[in-house]
């Protein structure tokens, strides 16, 4: 069984740009989460979405949004990037049950000059 | 207060020792503790996972929840290099997970 796999790996950006990332949740995984991680904060709850609708949601500002399609895979987006949106964005996926046990992927490290 | 917090480290043991991860949490929501491992540039791995107090084991790792105390901890035994990386604990309510920011261990040879 494939796991979730993000792309891209890397990407450079530069302030005021915007950017999209992806996320291919396991297959019959319906619930994908967005994590922020950096040194000085650790891993940060984006949101999360299941059935297309986002369900949750972290403290971050409006500059970051996501959405889900129809076959669960999942992308966030961020708007007017600053330098310190330089992180490595993990995504997860789970059945979207109580249970929640998430999985993730490799991450796309972001740098923003 | 943090809702979670953890043992920093940096922790350096040497091969065979057995090693204890530590967390604490203050939210008396959280209904499920899970332990990561994340390698340098890699994502975080499940290690284990439990929804209840006590013990619980896989191989040579031991999870361990204390609700009442709101503590949590994973063990190590029989330590191994490929043992080294960081560890994150995790604690899940409402679908989202919170997490500690992670203790790096090396375990020399």
């Known amino acids: 069984k494939a796991g979730v796999t993000q792309t891209p790996r890397y990407l450079i950006k530069t302030r005021g740009q915007q950017v999209t990332l992806s996320c291919s949740p396991i297959?019959?995984?319906?619930?994908v989460s967005w994590y922020q991680q950096t040194p000085g904060q650790g891993l940060q709850f984006l949101f999360e979405?299941?059935?297309?609708?986002?369900?949750n949601k972290g403290n971050f500002p409006g500059r970051f949004s996501g959405r889900q399609f129809s076959n669960s895979r999942s992308e966030m987006n961020v708007s007017t990037l600053e330098l310190g949106d330089s992180a490595l964005y993990l995504c997860a996926s789970s059945s979207g049950t109580t249970e929640n046990i998430q999985y993730f992927g490799a991450g796309t490290r972001l740098s923003v000059l | 207060q943090k809702e979670v917090e953890q043992d920093p480290g940096p922790l350096s043991v040497p091969e065979g020792a057995i090693v204890s991860l530590n967390c604490t949490y203050s939210?008396?929501?959280?209904?499920?503790f899970m332990w990561y491992r994340q390698y340098s540039r890699k994502g975080p791995e499940l290690l284990m996972y439990t929804y209840s107090s006590g013990n619980k084991e896989d191989g040579r790792f031991t999870a361990q929840v204390d609700k009442s105390s709101k503590y949590i901890s994973l063990f190590i035994r029989d330590s191994q290099p490929s043992d080294s990386a960081t560890y994150l604990c995790a604690m899940g309510s409402n679908y989202k997970l919170t997490f500690g920011k992670g203790t790096l261990l090396t375990v020399n040879p």
């Open positions: 979405y299941f059935s297309e609708t986002q369900r």
């Open positions: 939210n008396s929501a959280f209904q499920y």
């Open positions: 297959s019959g995984h319906r619930s």
